[in-house]
């Protein structure tokens, strides 16, 4: 068992009983100050941050050897670079220096110790390249049942990963807020598109994961060996605008109904942290083609939910759903991607996909949960939504449960403004 997972241990740090960060999670984010405004690495311990700089600067880090400008970074992308093995020891080590035993650390947490809600958490990723797949069955299905009644699923998709290149620059830490975008449709019964804000403003419950290990260009990645290149998961809410999307996408698929933002969890949870909740992912009929055949459980048991909060503060979840549902996993997302020759960077995202599951309250996105806003969801405060309005705030919630530890991924949220 990795060390820093062991489900005994408690910190000296207060962590509430339904924090997403108990000792046993140690996540990585980048964080800020308004006394010190320069970036620096951090990791969570129930409702409060971990100045990983500050750690390293008092000597607690020491004997790991890691340079102090490799915490003191605006991005998590040189700790990656360092590899998982020395990440596991940092992470063993973090674990050793909060556990409840360690009092050498509790008198000196005054120093590295912040409340989570008095710091500014920060894009702690620097996005090279940004891929969405098209992972979840049940997504697939249910969009293909809408738009082509008599042939739901292509007869690629049960053979590869679909995917698309996405837009890396566009893509926002929790709490960035997101206007409603412009865009060229065309209205039904029309001969002529026209130009306006989107009437049919989405969000797509998703997971991404971070690359830590590159490989150079040319050189696929077997499957067996793809686990060691994915660093850890994020929350990601691939915002999207249905009728701009209805209209442009034929032949090349999604463009500007995708790019205009996308939002990320602050947290990084390591593939390590993730490892109790292991699971078989969906049997997959027919077999894949052998460069995308796993041995083991590859996916992860981990509870997912979205939020909806109207600009009146009336709120309702109105999707629940789970990442073992995908059919895809991420090592084949991952072998997948490079089998051609495709080069993979540090800090590059690979999102999933919707993750709708089996129920009509699992479904990832209104497109589906409204089914095409035919079935409007009601707020409690008597308002309807068939899609997202102006002033509503799109939150997403993940966390994985067992043993009585419970490690969560914190929020992706977002609050949609008016269009300028
Ligand atoms: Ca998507």
Not at 36 to 50: D, L, M
Not at 102 to 126: G, Q, S, Y
Not at 373 to 401: A, H, L, N, S, Y
């Amino acid at each position: 068992m990795i060390k820093a997972n062991d489900p005994t241990r408690t910190s000296w740090a207060e962590v509430p009983k339904d924090s997403d960060f108990p000792i046993q999670n140690l996540p990585f984010g980048v964080f800020r100050t308004a006394s010190n405004p320069s970036p620096r690495a951090c990791t969570a311990i129930g409702s409060n941050v971990v100045d990983l700089a500050v750690m390293n600067y008092l000597d607690l880090l020491d004997d790991l050897e890691i340079d102090n400008e490799v915490f003191s970074n605006r991005y998590l992308n040189d700790l990656m670079a360092l590899g998982k093995p020395k990440l596991r020891q940092l992470r063993d080590r973090l674990a050793d220096l909060l556990d409840a035993r360690n009092e050498e650390a509790r008198d000196l947490a005054w120093h590295f110790l912040h409340p989570m809600d008095k710091v500014e958490l920060l894009l702690p990723v620097r996005i090279g390249d940004y891929t969405d797949f098209y992972s979840s069955l049940e997504h697939a299905l249910n969009v293909g049942t809408m738009f082509r009644p008599d042939n739901p699923l292509l007869p690629n998709w049960k053979h590869l990963p679909v995917g698309y290149h996405g837009r890396a620059s566009s893509i926002v830490v929790s709490g960035t807020p997101v206007q409603r975008p412009m865009g060229q449709t065309m209205p039904e019964g029309a001969t002529l598109p026209v130009f306006g804000p989107t009437k049919l403003l989405d969000f797509e419950l998703e997971m991404a994961f971070v690359v830590g290990k590159p490989n150079p260009m040319g050189q696929p990645v077997d499957i067996t060996d793809a686990e060691d290149h994915i660093f850890g998961l994020m929350l990601f809410n691939d915002w999207s605008a249905r009728d701009i999307q209805s209209w442009e996408y034929v032949p090349l698929g999604p463009f500007l109904a995708k790019n205009f933002a996308s939002t990320v969890s602050p947290w990084v949870v390591t593939l390590d942290a993730l490892e109790p909740f292991r699971t078989a992912g969906p049997v997959q009929d027919p077999q894949p083609l052998q460069y995308l055949q796993f041995q083991g459980e590859k996916s992860y048991d981990l509870r997912l939910e979205v939020e909806i909060q109207t600009q009146g503060g009336a709120r309702a979840v109105v999707c629940r759903s789970n990442f073992k549902n995908l059919y895809w996993n991420m090592c084949q997302q991952f072998a997948h991607h490079t089998s051609g020759g495709c080069n993979m960077n540090i800090g590059d995202l690979c999102a999933s996909g919707t993750i709708s599951g089996p129920t009509p309250d699992s479904y990832g996105s209104m497109l589906e949960l409204t089914w095409r806003g035919t079935k409007p969801i009601r707020m409690p405060d008597g308002t309807e939504r068939k899609f997202i309005q102006d002033g509503d705030t799109v939150t997403m919630r993940g966390w994985g449960e067992k043993n009585g530890v419970r490690i969560g991924f914190g929020e992706a949220a977002g609050k949609v403004l008016p269009p300028l």
